[in-house]
């Protein structure tokens, strides 16, 4: 063991350094070992709170639901939602009525 830690994006035990940089030889990954690793996204909801897994928030803008007749309504409680980085929506969701959808951050507000 080299005493290195592991890479951070595979989490390979392989890691070398190469000056001030730490590189995994696997996936290709650089990275300084001094500076405080990052935790991913902060999602924040349109007054700027921060959002987590499982909170519950509250549309602030009326949102048609693409390929229906369907509104989700200003004031509409979502329970639980989960926090994602794929594609251009943040949160996966279950809307009651109307159920599973993507929202984005940017009109809700944590309640």
């Known amino acids: 063991m080299s005493g290195l830690p592991a890479c951070p994006a595979c989490n390979s035990e392989y890691t070398y350094e190469d000056g001030a940089l730490l590189i995994c030889p696997e996936c290709g990954h650089e ?21 987590q897994d499982g909170d519950t928030v509250t549309v602030i803008k ?25 594609g251009d929506h943040d949160i996966d969701c279950k809307v009651d009525g109307i159920g599973p959808m993507k929202l984005k951050t940017e ?3 944590k309640a």
């Open 62 to 86: 009326d949102l048609k639901v693409k390929g229906s007749s369907l509104v989700v309504k200003v004031g509409t409680k979502v329970k639980n939602i989960r926090l994602t980085e794929e």
């Open 107 to 109: 009109f809700v507000k």
């Open 31 to 51: 990275w300084n070992a001094n500076e405080p690793a990052t935790q991913g996204k902060v999602f924040r909801d349109a007054n700027g709170n921060e959002l």
